[in-house]
């Protein structure tokens, strides 16, 4: 019987064939789940998935996109994010836009800094 600690689920088997001839078991801890997005749950693109002692060898830019919410958010919804933002700042920083009518979206709200409306209503 193989030792206990390669009989766990999250050990990934292989096998090799040796230069004499021989099949041999070859045991590696499996990589984990892909990173994704926090409010689509879409796999993100530009962020590795391995185990964190391989994740530390890289550099800054190979772990994450540099973009604001690289690694948390996709490119899609940090475009809604952007732009959900900017219609409120259009809103409470024009006049003529004043009626201007305007669905709340919690699930990206969740995103932006606390206490981001009230800096706006403030002003
Ligand atoms: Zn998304």
């Not at 070859?26 to 994704?36: E, Q, V």
């Not at 948390?72 to 409470?92: G, I, Q, W």
């Amino acid at each position: 019987m193989v030792e206990r600690r390669f009989r766990s689920s999250s050990i990934k088997k292989t096998k090799k064939k040796t230069p004499k001839g021989k099949t041999k078991t070859h045991y590696s801890r499996k990589k984990p789940s892909k990173h994704r997005c926090g409010r689509c749950n879409k796999v993100l693109s530009g962020t590795p998935n391995d185990r964190a002692a391989k994740i530390k060898k890289l550099s800054a830019s190979e772990k994450k996109p540099s973009r604001p919410y690289g690694g948390t958010l996709c490119s899609d919804c940090l475009e809604a994010l952007l732009r959900y933002e900017t219609r409120f700042n259009v809103k409470y920083g024009f006049e003529q836009y004043e009626d201007m009518e305007l669905k709340r979206d919690l699930t990206l709200e969740r995103y932006l800094p606390t206490g981001w409306f009230n800096d706006l209503s403030k002003e």
